[in-house]
């Protein structure tokens, strides 16, 4: 694995930034939000998949 770098502009290790920091919840979506959101996604790509819970993984 390759050595870290610093960033070349400020010279800071990289850091993970959590979703809370930039886009803050009241409650966590449900999930016929998060399915709307993946077929509206899916729609933007121009696939087409199930919009429910009917896949097996």
Same mark, same amino acid.
């Not at 400020?10 to 939000?33: A, G, I, K």
């Given at each position: 694995?390759? =050595?870290w770098k610093p960033n070349e502009i400020t010279r800071e290790p990289p850091r993970v930034v959590l979703q809370?920091?930039?886009l803050p919840m009241d409650e966590p979506p449900s999930l016929e939000e998060l399915f709307a959101n993946a077929a509206a996604i899916d729609d933007a790509l121009? =696939?087409?998949?199930?919009?429910?819970?009917t896949r097996r993984l």
């Amino acid at each position: 694995m390759d =050595e870290w770098k610093p960033n070349e502009i400020t010279r800071e290790p990289p850091r993970v930034v959590l979703q809370s920091e930039f886009l803050p919840m009241d409650e966590p979506p449900s999930l016929e939000e998060l399915f709307a959101n993946a077929a509206a996604i899916d729609d933007a790509l121009g =696939e087409r998949r199930p919009t429910g819970p009917t896949r097996r993984l």
